[in-house]
């Protein structure tokens, strides 16, 4: 999968390679809360153990697993893609700084603007014109960064989601203070060895 025009380092001599059309992506990215939520309703009105329909709560829940979920396969996949024809990662700041380029410049035709580390596995990104928050607009901004938070979701799976397929174990947040800004930051989770 790649936007209209392949660039080299996406290798682009692969026969099978296909194309996505960057609106239909903006406009996935768009309708993909609203499915998640719906779908997390209709499942929880069909259990047999639901008593009518879940609270807010709990479907806010279900959506941010489901929405987690599909970024995290999307994340593993094209990191899968797109690091194969690549020299091995030296260390953890190589990835993150593959995935500020690279990866976001495939998903959202923009490299993220700011990368801040404290050198003990916390990474802070930061992208200043996050572009699904582009067309978004409410009466007030505190309305607009309510609503926002879930459209979230999906990019903090696929960041967790391409770490992990480069063996990198870490939890995402994401959060926005003003549209169309967003800020994701990344914990690497080190595993206790040796005990």
Not at 160 to 188: D, Y
Request: charged share 25%; with cysteine.
């Amino acid at each position: 999968m790649s936007f209209e025009t392949p660039l080299p380092p996406y290798n682009a001599s692969d026969p099978h390679a296909t194309f996505v059309s960057a609106s239909c992506l903006d406009l996935l990215l768009i309708e993909i809360v609203p499915m998640a939520y719906r779908i997390a309703g209709e499942l929880s009105i069909r259990a047999p153990e639901s008593k009518g329909a879940a609270d807010e709560e709990e479907q806010r829940e279900a959506a941010f697993r489901r929405l987690e979920t599909l970024g995290y396969r999307v994340g593993q996949g094209l990191v899968e893609r797109f690091s194969r024809d690549r020299p091995r990662f030296l260390d953890t700041l190589d990835v993150i700084k593959f995935l500020c380029k690279d990866m976001w410049t495939l998903l959202f035709r923009k490299q993220i603007d700011n990368l801040k580390t404290n050198h003990r596995g916390v990474y802070v990104l930061t992208d200043n014109t996050f572009k699904p928050f582009s067309r978004m607009s409410m009466h007030s901004s505190s309305e607009a960064v309510a609503r926002a938070q879930p459209f979230l979701w999906f990019p903090c799976g696929v960041i967790r989601g391409a770490l992990a397929s480069m063996s990198i174990n870490a939890t995402v947040q994401a959060e926005t203070s003003e549209l169309p800004g967003a800020t994701f930051q990344i914990k690497t989770v080190t595993s206790k060895s040796g005990l």
